[in-house]
């Protein structure tokens, strides 16, 4: 599998950006689709991640705010609200059915900056 992932840029606050990920390859194997980001400074952290059945989960700190969706080969970020926070490289991850890591996109840059 291989993940390619697009739709960062800059943003003023409480504005709105759509990452999308784009999967290849033995899509078939996908169970989830995970969104990390790693911030200036800090650790790589879980932003969301949805299921195979449209199920989902968020981190705290967007709850409400961001909102994950997929189809076939696409998995999809929404985010509204942004704050200068969620300023941060953004990537998408999947996961196999056994739980076992299959690919990382390569990242796209989210900066929210008056």
């Known amino acids: 599998v291989q993940l390619q992932a697009s739709g960062g840029g800059s943003v003023q606050p409480g504005g709105s950006l759509r990452l999308s990920c784009q999967a290849s390859?033995?899509?078939?194997?996908?169970?989830t689709m995970w969104w990390y980001r790693q911030g200036p400074g800090n650790q790589r952290e879980f932003v969301a991640?949805?299921?195979?059945?449209?199920s989902t989960m968020y981190a705290d700190s967007v709850k409400g705010r961001f909102t994950a969706s997929r189809d076939v080969i696409w998995g999809y970020l929404q985010m509204s609200h942004l704050k200068p926070e969620d300023t941060a490289v953004y990537y998408c991850?999947?996961?196999?059915?056994?739980?076992?890591?299959?690919?990382w996109g390569q990242g796209t840059l989210v900066t929210v900056s008056s």
């Open positions: 991850h999947v996961r196999s059915y056994s739980d076992r890591a299959l690919a």
């Open positions: 390859g033995s899509i078939r194997e996908i169970n």
């Open positions: 991640v949805i299921d195979s059945a449209g």
